[in-house]
């Protein structure tokens, strides 16, 4: 099993930023990617940003030159640093770690005022 917690989301305004964090614990051997996806109110979750354990990374057009995915191997933990948020931005946050089976954390609500 793998256990993943995230922090780091809130309220911010327009314009801003934020960084969340996720942290793996239990069988974290052989995990060959992490990542985000979010789910906004009456939508479907979709893929934010992903990397790999080589440390490569992928991106959803929405985020790209705004967001930065990046991890810590050695904290076995991913980070997302989110510029230049707008409202669209509003939504929960789920950190998501892949192994032998897609892993989810519990989300962390990230909310951006207009």
């Known amino acids: 099993q793998v256990q993943l917690v995230e922090s780091g989301g809130g309220l911010v305004q327009a314009g801003g930023s934020l960084r969340l964090s996720c942290a793996a614990s239990?069988?974290?051997?052989?995990?060959?990617?992490m990542g985000w996806y979010r789910q906004a109110p009456g939508k479907q979750r979709e893929l934010v940003a992903t990397?790999?354990?080589?440390?490569?990374?992928n991106y959803a057009d929405f985020v790209k030159g705004r967001f930065t995915i990046s991890r810590d191997n050695a904290k076995n933990t991913v980070y997302l640093q989110m510029n230049s948020l707008n409202a669209e931005d509003t939504a929960v946050y789920y950190c998501?770690?892949?192994?032998?089976?897609?892993?989810w954390g519990q989300g962390t609500q990230v909310t951006v005022s207009s």
């Open positions: 998501w770690a892949r192994r032998i089976m897609p892993y």
């Open positions: 239990g069988s974290i051997f052989s995990i060959n990617a």
């Open positions: 990397i790999t354990s080589g440390g490569s990374t």
